[in-house]
């Protein structure tokens, strides 16, 4: 072997074996989660969290052993950090989402990872002038059960999906629960929709338009949301809720069958495959380490490959992402302070 192909083979070694570090932003649900998982994630480390309340992010670094509980959002991105996870609400991400990719960081922002569509271009644009991959958290399509869904569906297919119906509504968050709050981003739409965006926008392609109904709560974001939407192969009907309560699961129809995802798909470890010759096939698919730890390792591994876009959550699918859920709110009247 010769030595310019010697150092290339070591190089490659290297990279594939270096350890992330990652940084946390913000201690909340979906931080601890994320934490959970990446101990499921080979060659990573929990290097710094930091949030704007220092009891809990003492109490956070304790909990998962993170090596710094950071004093300050300006400290955190001044360290040795590799990537940083963004899990604030959705009325800070963009903001966040800035600032770390200026820092040099690779970022996966928590679901939605904009306000709207404006926002949302920003940041992509900041992650092209940086060279940093930034990613927009969106677990469902690397779990297990999904990736063993569209690899059964390819080679025993049911044709072409062209209906999605999927909803989930919650009645049992609490009053101070953040997505009741506009001035944090809140609304089903926002704090639900995301998941059914992203499963109509995955098998039926590009927005084409969106038409919505719904009510509102006294303070001013979405109790419940009806929204059918148009795309480019097919049409879905997705619903979200914070006063009623429905079952979660979602339904994928062909021409010659249908698809039930089971509650909560979302999280999915079953699916029922209804074909239009009687079969029937049970798909079962447990997941490990909460769900996160998939993501997380597509990620990390994009590091190493030296991607700045996932192939599976392009940019091009965040923004249809957020043009849809900014379609259905804005028809309700919905809106954010500072938008």
């Given at each position: 072997?010769?030595?310019?192909?010697?150092?290339?083979?070591?190089?490659?070694?290297?990279?594939?074996?270096?350890?992330?570090?990652?940084?946390?932003?913000?201690?909340?649900?979906?931080?601890?989660?994320?934490?959970?998982?990446?101990?499921?994630?080979?060659?990573?480390?929990?290097?710094?969290?930091?949030?704007?309340?220092?009891?809990?992010?003492?109490?956070?670094?304790?909990?998962?052993?993170?090596?710094?509980?950071?004093?300050?959002?300006?400290?955190?991105?001044?360290?040795?950090?590799?990537?940083?996870?963004?899990?604030?609400?959705?009325?800070?991400?963009?903001?966040?989402?800035?600032?770390?990719?200026?820092?040099?960081?690779?970022?996966?922002?928590?679901?939605?990872?904009?306000?709207?569509?404006?926002?949302?271009?920003?940041?992509?644009?900041?992650?092209?002038?940086?060279?940093?991959?930034?990613?927009?958290?969106?677990?469902?399509?690397?779990f297990p059960l999904y990736k063993k869904l569209k690899e059964h569906l390819a080679a025993d297919p049911i044709g072409a999906i062209g209906y999605v119906r999927a909803g989930h509504c919650d009645a049992t968050l609490a009053p101070d629960y953040p997505l009741h709050f506009p001035e944090l981003a809140g609304g089903g739409i926002m704090g639900i929709g995301p998941y059914e965006a992203f499963l109509?926008?995955?098998?039926?392609?590009?927005?084409?338009?969106?038409?919505?109904?719904?009510?509102?709560?006294?303070?001013?974001?979405?109790?419940?949301?009806?929204?059918?939407?148009?795309?480019?192969?097919?049409?879905?009907?997705?619903?979200?809720?914070?006063?009623?309560?429905?079952?979660?699961?979602?339904?994928?129809?062909?021409?010659?069958?249908?698809?039930?995802?089971?509650?909560?798909?979302?999280?999915?470890?079953?699916?029922?495959?209804?074909?239009?010759?009687?079969?029937?096939?049970?798909?079962?698919?447990?997941?490990?380490?909460?769900?996160?730890?998939?993501?997380?390792?597509?990620?990390?591994?994009?590091?190493?490959?030296?991607?700045?876009?996932?192939?599976?959550?392009?940019?091009?699918?965040?923004?249809?992402?957020?043009?849809?859920?900014?379609?259905?709110?804005?028809?309700?009247?919905?809106?954010?302070?500072?938008?």
């Amino acid at each position: 072997m010769s030595h310019n192909r010697y150092r290339r083979s070591v190089t490659r070694v290297n990279r594939l074996r270096h350890r992330i570090r990652w940084g946390i932003v913000g201690p909340g649900r979906a931080a601890a989660r994320f934490a959970q998982g990446l101990t499921a994630v080979r060659d990573t480390s929990l290097s710094a969290i930091w949030g704007r309340t220092a009891e809990k992010v003492a109490a956070f670094a304790e909990r998962f052993g993170a090596e710094c509980a950071a004093p300050t959002l300006d400290a955190l991105l001044a360290m040795d950090l590799d990537a940083v996870y963004i899990a604030t609400h959705p009325d800070t991400h963009a903001e966040l989402c800035l600032r770390a990719l200026a820092a040099g960081k690779h970022v996966l922002c928590e679901k939605p990872a904009a306000m709207n569509e404006r926002q949302l271009q920003q940041v992509i644009a900041a992650a092209g002038r940086h060279g940093r991959l930034f990613m927009e958290a969106m677990k469902p399509p690397f779990f297990p059960l999904y990736k063993k869904l569209k690899e059964h569906l390819a080679a025993d297919p049911i044709g072409a999906i062209g209906y999605v119906r999927a909803g989930h509504c919650d009645a049992t968050l609490a009053p101070d629960y953040p997505l009741h709050f506009p001035e944090l981003a809140g609304g089903g739409i926002m704090g639900i929709g995301p998941y059914e965006a992203f499963l109509a926008l995955d098998w039926l392609g590009p927005l084409k338009q969106v038409q919505t109904m719904g009510r509102l709560s006294d303070r001013g974001v979405d109790a419940f949301a009806l929204f059918q939407t148009e795309h480019e192969r097919g049409m879905a009907q997705l619903h979200t809720g914070l006063d009623l309560l429905s079952r979660g699961d979602a339904m994928l129809a062909a021409t010659r069958g249908y698809v039930i995802l089971h509650a909560n798909w979302w999280n999915p470890t079953r699916a029922t495959i209804h074909f239009l010759d009687g079969r029937r096939v049970e798909l079962h698919e447990p997941f490990n380490a909460g769900g996160f730890n998939y993501e997380t390792e597509h990620f990390c591994q994009l590091i190493r490959d030296g991607r700045l876009e996932s192939p599976v959550i392009p940019h091009i699918l965040s923004i249809g992402m957020a043009r849809l859920l900014e379609a259905a709110r804005t028809a309700l009247g919905v809106h954010f302070p500072g938008e």
